[in-house]
């Protein structure tokens, strides 16, 4: 199964991704993930989407797009993977649907109040990029991430005023792919706003009617 999934910062969209990866072992490629690896690393790649992020803003279309069609040509993805955070914009959805076919675009919803809360109180474990919620789903031990033993820490962008720069960026570039996609019969929407596994479970039983067309 070849799936995008939406939804605005927050939506859960790196949580029931990472679900699905592990318990039906397919590829999770979150653009998100590998841009902050270039950063915390300082390649090239790093350099130049550093400030984007801290921002709030979105890394330009070209760069993001050669970054996907590379990493969907491994071997891995030939047959299944989960775009966590790609496409953002139309232009990378019609990039896209040109190198890859899709089954369905599943879009989280959730309200804008809810969103601040979950990201204010998300923390990410530096080694693995587990994602934890000090209210929701708090590690085990403070501080320390459950899979790995890595440290847990705050997204810089996970702050009030740039938090309100991603949703400004979210409803302009990003809501609009939820009318594109549902004009090609490959959108697929759930209640983003119940617990993990309720979202899991939901997402289970609707994609079926996606992978049988
Ligand atoms: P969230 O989990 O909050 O939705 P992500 O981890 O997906 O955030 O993305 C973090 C940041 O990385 C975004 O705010 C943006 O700057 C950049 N980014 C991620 N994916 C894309 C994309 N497809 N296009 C442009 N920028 C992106
Ligand atoms: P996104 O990738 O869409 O930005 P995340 O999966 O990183 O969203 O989730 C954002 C925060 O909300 C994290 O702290 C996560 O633990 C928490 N969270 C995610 N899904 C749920 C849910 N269904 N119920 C409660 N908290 C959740
Ligand atoms: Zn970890």
């Not at 999770?28 to 690896?37: A, K, L, V």
């Not at 109180?121 to 209210?135: E, L, N, P």
Request: aromatic content about 8%.
């Amino acid at each position: 199964m070849k799936l995008v999934f939406l939804g605005p910062p927050g939506a859960g969209k790196g949580t029931i991704s990472r679900m699905v990866s592990e318990r039906l072992g397919i590829p999770q490629i979150s653009t998100g993930d590998i841009f902050r690896t270039a950063v915390k690393e300082k390649t090239e790649l790093g350099l130049k989407v550093q400030a984007i992020l801290a921002a709030g803003g979105l890394v330009p279309d070209e760069l993001t797009i050669a970054i996907v069609k590379d990493r969907l040509s491994w071997p891995d993805a030939q047959r299944s993977y989960i775009l966590d955070g790609f496409p953002r914009t139309i232009a990378q959805a019609e990039a896209l649907a040109g190198f890859s076919s899709l089954d369905a675009a599943v879009d989280f919803e959730v309200k804008d109040e809810l969103i601040l809360f979950r990201l204010t109180g998300r923390r990410v474990c530096k080694v693995c990029g587990a994602i934890y919620h000090v209210v929701t789903k708090p590690p085990k031990v403070e501080g320390m991430c459950d899979l790995c033993g890595g440290e847990l820490y705050i997204r810089n962008d996970d702050k009030e005023e740039t938090v309100k720069a991603r949703l400004n960026a979210y409803h302009e570039e990003t809501e609009p792919l939820i009318g594109w996609y549902g004009n090609r019969s490959l959108l697929l929407t759930i209640d983003g706003s119940p617990d993990a596994e309720t979202v899991y479970n939901a997402f289970i039983s609707e994609i079926g009617r996606f992978l049988r067309k």
